[in-house]
């Protein structure tokens, strides 16, 4: 069986494998980070096993107008609007008379011309007034194309500008820099939307790079730093606020999964934390893992919870973990981890030998479990408030050794 947990930092998507946490005491006394002069996981325990997919600063993009010259004339004529449900009566009317008309005619009457051609007319009016009217539109566009062209390749050039002091506030975050980037960003007339990531994504590479040169111990300059870039990139103030909390989330699992979390590491983590001025209220998901991982340092087969159960077990079994919880279905869940079995009990009670489980997957961020077993062919999805040390517990009680003591 394999533990991993999932998690979405401001550098990327980070999934790691769980082993056993060791003692406190065991923990290296190197005060360096398990994060990278840009944000990159720096493990210093070969037994890690992890994978990260890096996202890069964006460019700005400007999203370009659509034309009409795109759009088919039959969608222009039958455009869903009154004129247009008018226009399809008209033409179906003309297609009746001119039906009409030469039946007559057929029939060697002269007069069932008269039908065919208001028939004719009935069904070229609307074609010919849509013509004109796209005509129009499209004489519109045409003095509006130079003007639009124009004002895009404007807006380029400005994207471009404010790109590049960006990139040269990433490579040098220096006042003049700051003040390169403010006078880009106030030449911008554009929707936020348009550079929002590239502003972020660079102001979060300032704060590790700054992380990296002066040292979390003077997190308050960086938390300064950050505060001041954002304020020239034009960042809103809960951009400007996430970013922060970004940085800090991403030195925090980086820790987590590296298991360095010691005496020398957790007073840099609270220096940090404190000076960025986050609370552990503003990072609920972060608090709650750590909490959880924390849990679970020094639990091994010789230290097992255990938990009390109504469920009637046979001898030779008992419970190690339980909790309530939710399906995929929104179900209520309540779950037993015994040394042999995982139970759930919904509206029906599911269960399998913990030898049947395959692999077990956390996403930390939405405190999902997804358990994967030889007998069921879609996993099992649980949302619990403790996923790390449910699927810890999980581990831990499938590795258990079911042989009596002193057997050989």
């Known amino acids: 069986m394999s533990f991993y947990v999932q998690k979405a930092l401001g550098t990327g998507p980070f999934r790691f494998g769980v082993i ?34 890096r996202h890069e600063v964006e460019k700005p993009l400007h999203a370009k107008s659509r034309s009409l010259s795109g759009a088919p004339f039959f969608s222009t004529l039958f455009d869903g609007t009154v004129q247009g ?3 399809l009566g008209l033409m179906i009317l003309g297609a009746l008379l001119v039906l009409m008309g030469l039946a007559v005619v057929i029939k060697g009457t002269a007069a069932g011309w008269v039908e065919v051609i208001f028939g004719l007319i009935l069904i070229g009016a609307p074609v010919v007034l849509t013509a004109n009217k796209r005509r129009l539109i499209k004489e519109q566009e045409r003095r509006n194309r130079a003007e639009r062209e124009e004002r895009d390749a404007r807006n380029r050039e400005l994207l471009a500008g404010y790109g590049d002091a960006l990139e040269q ?52 300059d960086i938390a300064d730093l950050m505060d001041r870039a ?25 820790f987590l999964a590296d298991d360095r979390l010691g005496q020398a590491q957790l007073p840099i983590l609270r220096t940090l934390q404190q000076g960025l ?21 020094g639990i091994d087969h010789r230290r097992v919870p255990h938990c009390e159960t109504t469920q009637p077990l046979p001898a030779g079994e008992w419970c190690v973990y339980s909790t309530k919880g939710t399906t995929d279905g929104a179900a209520t869940a309540t779950v037993f981890i015994t040394n042999k079995r995982l139970l759930v009990d919904t509206d029906r009670r599911y269960q399998t030998a913990l030898r049947n489980v395959d ?13 994967l077993t030889s007998d069921l062919k879609r996993p099992l999805t649980l ?21 009596p003591r002193g057997f050989a």
């Not at 986050?278 to 998901?285: E, F, G, L, Q």
């Not at 692999?359 to 358990?371: G, H, M, N, Y």
């Open 169 to 220: 506030l990433r490579v040098d975050p220096t006042d003049e820099a700051l003040h390169r980037v403010r006078v880009e960003r106030e030449k911008l007339d554009m929707p936020y939307a348009i550079w929002r990531n590239t502003a972020r994504g660079t102001v979060l590479l300032v704060g590790f790079d700054a992380l990296e040169k002066i040292g979390p111990q003077r997190a308050k």
């Open 383 to 403: 949302r619990v408030d403790e996923p790390i040390y449910m699927a810890a517990m999980m581990d831990l009680a499938a590795s258990l050794d079911e042989r």
């Open 230 to 254: 954002s304020d020239a990139a034009g960042l809103v103030q809960e951009d400007a606020t996430g970013v922060k909390r970004d940085l800090y989330s991403t030195v925090l699992w980086h």
């Open 359 to 371: 692999e077990i997957d956390v996403d930390a961020d939405s405190t999902v479990v997804r358990i």
């Open 277 to 297: 001025t986050i609370a552990p209220a503003d990072v609920p998901v972060d608090t709650t893992s750590e909490e959880q991982f924390e849990r679970l340092r």
């Open 20 to 53: 056993r946490r060791r003692e406190f005491s065991s923990i290296d006394d190197s005060p360096e980070l398990s994060t990278g002069t840009s944000g990159e996981f720096n493990r210093h325990r070969n037994e890690i096993f992890f994978s990260a997919d």
């Open 85 to 87: 449900w008018v226009f």
